[in-house]
């Protein structure tokens, strides 16, 4: 009967330890995602759209699209390139009555080197205007639709991937 009691009390001990070691994992893996959401909620859009018709031809109008970039944040170039952080891009979708007429145009990115991707990266800070034109297909009022993706860092941390899109109602009779 003692040695069944001996291993009766070291099951138990064995337990209340597996059981320690769970709370502790628990508790580490709670502070860690706390730790990402305070991060994250210092700015959590550091990066603010908007979009105007600048210009107009007689086909075409010109867009501006601009991006205000809070402080401490950088946004990455439209011309990054490929093996570091996701570049900036700009588009419009096939379905609609506008078809873009050239490239996108945008500032002269920053340029340093960036151990994390081991390669020079190419970015915005403070605020980026990009600018293109679009044909409109018809001679009425239309809704512009135009699609932003981008991915945003500060020196602690990368905000995941983020797509957005913004709109611009253009009087084509104008």
């Given at each position: 009967?003692?040695?069944?009691?001996?291993?009766?009390?070291?099951?138990?001990?064995?337990?209340?330890?597996q059981?320690?070691?769970?709370?502790?994992?628990?508790?580490?893996?709670?502070?860690a995602?706390?730790?990402?959401?305070?991060?994250?909620?210092?700015?959590?859009?550091?990066?603010?759209?908007?979009?105007a018709?600048?210009?107009?031809?007689?086909?075409?109008?010109?867009?501006?699209?601009?991006?205000?970039?809070?402080?401490?944040?950088?946004?990455y170039?439209?011309?990054?390139?490929?093996?570091?952080?996701?570049?900036?891009?700009?588009?419009?979708?096939?379905?609609?009555?506008?078809?873009?007429?050239?490239?996108?145009?945008?500032?002269?990115?920053?340029?340093?080197?960036?151990?994390?991707?081991?390669?020079?990266?190419?970015?915005?800070?403070?605020?980026?205007?990009?600018?293109?034109?679009?044909?409109?297909?018809?001679?009425?009022?239309?809704?512009l639709?135009?699609?932003?993706?981008?991915?945003?860092?500060?020196?602690?941390?990368?905000?995941?991937?983020?797509?957005?899109?913004?709109?611009?109602?253009?009087?084509?009779?104008?």
């Open positions: 009967m003692g040695r069944q009691t001996k291993e009766v009390r070291n099951q138990k001990s064995e337990v209340r330890s059981e320690s070691g769970a709370r502790r994992l628990g508790i580490v893996l709670v502070a995602v706390c730790a990402v959401r305070v991060l994250a909620q210092e700015n959590p859009n550091p990066i603010t759209w908007t979009i018709e600048a210009k107009r031809s007689k086909d075409t109008v010109q867009v501006r699209v601009t991006a205000k970039i809070a402080d401490t944040w950088h946004l170039s439209i011309a990054q390139p490929p093996g570091g952080p996701i570049p900036t891009r700009i588009w419009i979708t096939d379905d609609q009555p506008f078809k873009m007429t050239g490239d996108i145009h945008g500032p002269k990115a920053e340029s340093s080197f960036d151990s994390n991707f081991n390669m020079d990266v190419a970015y915005y800070e403070g605020e980026a205007e990009f600018q293109f034109a679009v044909k409109p297909i018809n001679t009425s009022k239309q809704t639709h135009v699609r932003a993706s981008y991915q945003t860092c500060n020196d602690r941390l990368c905000l995941p991937p983020k797509t957005v899109t913004l709109t611009l109602d253009i009087d084509n009779k104008k």
